[in-house]
């Protein structure tokens, strides 16, 4: 079947998407758009509107009214309640959102429906109970006087984000950013507007007053992402993106010093030491390696095995990785989809050619799947016989390629792992408890998973250290991030 008879089987057609300001689906006034294509077919699916510093302007002066308005007055039980029915609905429209994710990245039509967008949904649900549990601090100073701080909402907050995991993250941060009482001016990825629009309607819906929530599409430089972060009346920017990327926005937001929260990119070390269980290794490391088809920051794209393990696991591990079935998104029976663009596409092959010059061996991939003639598909590609100081190795590639290389000790493995400028998460696989702890202390990375892959508790910090990201977010990180502290002390 052609993918759009799939996609009608799935019922769900793409949309052309507008901002949404104020409460309102708006155009652009210069009425400029640009054109959504679809990863998989290569074909126009729908027109965006293109922002600028114009529409950045209505949509901050919206969020601004609406924050001095009765959003940041409203009883907090009140506002739990609207956040928990944002979740709510966007579990009701489920199979639409996950459509629209697919149609926007290219990824399996089964993975934006088992995981994307029940997580966004739960990004909701988890910040509403937990705004209900925090505290402040209190200090006595004997019977002299008497401390205690107040948490206070910041004010209107910019959301920049990525195109790999579109609802997941704009929600991660919304959902907090939201629950601490501030209003935000969401601006989605060029590449996946299409259930950031949808998410306009649903907070509307469920009871989030005009002008609480603005989206507003369009591209980063001299577009809406930079108008974004110069604008002075944001406080603060949340961005989720390439380290790059991050580095621009530090500049230009300097100028009205904005607080920033940075959520970067990685190249993760998979530690797998001989004593592992090699099913369950090989089981997780197909994930943690080419789930999302290798588009996740968080994936172990540099694995290292320890030496007598190394043959048995490149063997077991290349055998499993040809079983995935690389094809059309919308094909119940399809693990790997198609990477987001025809740039994105071109870049993540260009580092299959540099692993060959720098000496690399192709054990699977690397190429378009003979059969997939259309749309951005890349078979799932591991390569060997390469050192750590190789760029493939030691660069963010961000797409279905890992690199396997053999250590002999520990303190080898970790010198190897903490060679790089990223550090945003790490994995390592061991039944000797003793080594778990010693090697995760060791690891500079700010999320460490032992023998298991992207378990997520959201009470937990979430974030990177060295060039993968300030800050952290997640449960009391978030509030800490999204709101300030005031201490009054008061003489007895
Ligand atoms: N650490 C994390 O949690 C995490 C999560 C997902 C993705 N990422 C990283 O994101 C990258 C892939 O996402 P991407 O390609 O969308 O990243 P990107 O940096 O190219 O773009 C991210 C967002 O920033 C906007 N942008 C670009 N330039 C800007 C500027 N000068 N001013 C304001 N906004 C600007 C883009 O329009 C987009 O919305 C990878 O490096 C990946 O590792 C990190
Ligand atoms: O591609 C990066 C994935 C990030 C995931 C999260 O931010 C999360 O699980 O909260």
């Not at 939201?178 to 507007?193: D, F, I, R, S, Y």
Request: net charge negative.
């Amino acid at each position: 079947m052609q993918i759009q008879s799939r996609a009608e089987m799935i019922k769900t057609k793409p949309i052309d998407c507008l901002h949404f300001i104020d409460g309102k689906y708006v155009p652009s006034k210069n009425e400029k758009t640009f054109v959504n294509i679809n990863p998989a077919t290569e074909e126009v699916m729908g027109t965006v509107a293109e922002g600028g510093k114009e529409e950045i302007a209505l949509a901050v002066a919206a969020a601004k009214r609406a924050f001095e308005g009765s959003w940041r007055r409203m009883p907090a039980g009140e506002r739990a309640r609207i956040i928990r029915r944002i979740g709510d609905i966007i579990l009701e429209r489920k199979d639409e959102l996950a459509a629209l994710e697919s149609f926007d990245t290219g990824k399996p039509y089964g993975l934006a429906s088992s995981i994307d967008i029940p997580r966004a949904a739960y990004n909701f649900h988890f910040f509403a109970d937990y705004m209900a549990s925090i505290g402040t601090e209190a200090y006595q100073m004997d019977d002299v006087a008497l401390n205690y701080a107040i948490r206070r909402p910041l004010g209107v907050v910019g959301l920049i984000n990525p195109w790999n995991l579109p609802l997941l993250l704009m929600t991660w941060k919304l959902a907090p950013c939201l629950a601490a009482g501030n209003t935000a001016v969401l601006k989605p990825a060029e590449w996946t507007p299409m259930t950031a629009t949808l998410l306009g309607e649903i907070c509307k819906e469920a009871g989030v007053p005009d002008g609480v929530v603005n989206i507003v599409h369009g591209f980063g430089p001299d577009s809406a992402g930079a108008a974004l972060t110069e604008h002075p009346d944001v406080c603060a920017i949340s961005f989720t993106g390439e380290t790059t990327t991050g580095k621009h926005i530090m500049t230009a937001a300097a100028k009205t010093l904005k607080r920033l929260s940075y959520e970067l990119g990685g190249k993760n070390p998979n530690i797998i030491f001989a004593d592992a269980d090699l099913d369950e290794v090989i089981e997780t490391t197909i994930k943690s390696s080419f789930i999302n088809q290798g588009e996740v920051c968080l994936c172990g794209s540099r694995i290292y095995v320890e030496r007598p393990l190394y043959d048995a696991f490149v063997e077991r591990f290349t055998a499993k990785t040809k079983e995935l079935i690389v094809g059309d998104p919308l094909d119940p029976n399809t693990t790997v989809g198609t990477l987001i663009s025809e740039e994105h596409y071109n870049r993540v092959r260009s580092y299959v050619e540099l692993a060959v010059e720098e000496g690399g061996v192709i054990e699977t991939g690397g190429k378009r799947p003979e059969h997939l003639s259309t749309g951005y598909y890349l078979e799932p590609t591991i390569i060997t016989g390469l050192t750590n100081d190789c760029r493939v190795v030691q660069e963010e590639i961000f797409g279905p390629v890992v690199t396997i290389l053999p250590f002999d000790r520990e303190e080898e493995v970790i010198k190897q792992a903490n060679d790089t400028h990223y550090g945003l998460s790490a994995t390592i696989w061991t039944n000797d408890l003793r080594r778990a702890h010693r090697v995760a202390a060791q690891i500079e990375a700010g999320i460490i998973w032992v023998n298991t892959w992207f378990l997520r508790d959201l009470r937990t910090p979430f974030g990177g250290m060295k060039q993968s990201g300030i800050g952290r977010e997640g449960g009391m990180h978030s509030f800490e991030f999204y709101s300030e502290l005031s201490n009054i002390c008061i003489k007895l």
